[in-house]
């Protein structure tokens, strides 16, 4: 069981529909109600009329254990657009989308 703490709206394959990008795990919880922590974050392509596709870990490469806290796209100057992952007690990860 797990949860989500955080959602980015974005369009990953760049076919003109948002997709989202979710991630979560919270292990703040006392040791005799275990944690939260069978999340490795998700990917949903969607296809513009409200329906998402989950996706494989292995096929979106996004997948992190820890607790994300926080999800933000970017894009740098040429373009080229990043997903960074706030993870907590630990550095954030940053991943490119292609």
Excluded at 11 to 33: A, C, R, S, T, W
Aim: with cysteine.
């Amino acid at each position: 069981m797990s949860c989500v703490c955080d959602i980015s709206c974005t369009d990953i394959n760049e076919d003109g529909h948002l997709d989202l990008i979710m991630g979560g795990n919270n292990f703040e919880f006392k040791p005799q109600y275990s944690q939260l922590d069978a999340s490795l974050g998700h990917v949903l392509l969607g296809d513009g009329s409200m329906n998402f596709e989950w996706q494989p870990y292995t096929k979106s490469g996004f997948s992190i254990k820890e607790e994300i806290k926080h999800l933000s796209t970017l894009r740098d100057a040429s373009g080229k657009q990043f997903v960074i992952a706030a993870i907590n007690d630990t550095k954030p990860r940053i991943f490119a989308l292609k």
